[in-house]
């Protein structure tokens, strides 16, 4: 498994932003790649939530909830993945969450966390 180092996370008021990164640094010293690269979030007693994805070529999935305010980007050549969240809420309060597969993102992306097998530490984003 690769370990993904996220940051960026922090305390703002509704309506306010925050960009958050992920970055790969096992795989900057490899030849490998992890095609699918996607952010999740989580709150206490509450599973994971598949927020946005982008697969190698830039295709870009979202959770309806965040459609409009999140985009998702990455940096291929640096193996970094951000997430720019403008127009916060306070229900997009949670733990966010990295993680990274080595395939495709799929249409089932967002149920499936287990399918990722790198993940970040997480970085707390709270929305007041």
């Known amino acids: 498994h690769v370990q993904l180092v996220e940051s960026g996370g922090g305390s703002v008021q509704t309506g306010g932003f925050l960009r958050l990164s992920c970055a790969a640094p096992?795989?900057?010293?490899?030849?490998?790649?992890?095609?699918?690269m996607g952010w999740f979030r989580q709150t206490p007693g509450k599973g994971r939530e598949g927020v946005a994805a982008?697969?190698?070529?830039?295709?870009?999935d979202y959770t309806d909830s965040v459609k409009g305010r999140f985009t998702i980007s990455r940096d291929n050549a640096n193996h970094t993945l951000f997430l720019q969240m403008n127009s916060l809420k306070p229900e997009d309060t949670a733990m966010y969450y990295c993680?990274?597969?080595?395939?495709?993102?799929?249409?089932?992306?967002?149920?499936?966390?287990?399918?990722?097998?790198?993940w970040g530490q997480g970085t707390q984003v709270t929305v007041s």
């Open positions: 982008i697969d190698h070529d830039g295709s870009a």
């Open positions: 096992a795989l900057s010293a490899s030849s490998d790649n992890r095609d699918c």
């Open positions: 993680a990274a597969k080595a395939w495709s993102c799929g249409a089932l992306w967002r149920s499936r966390p287990t399918t990722f097998p790198d």
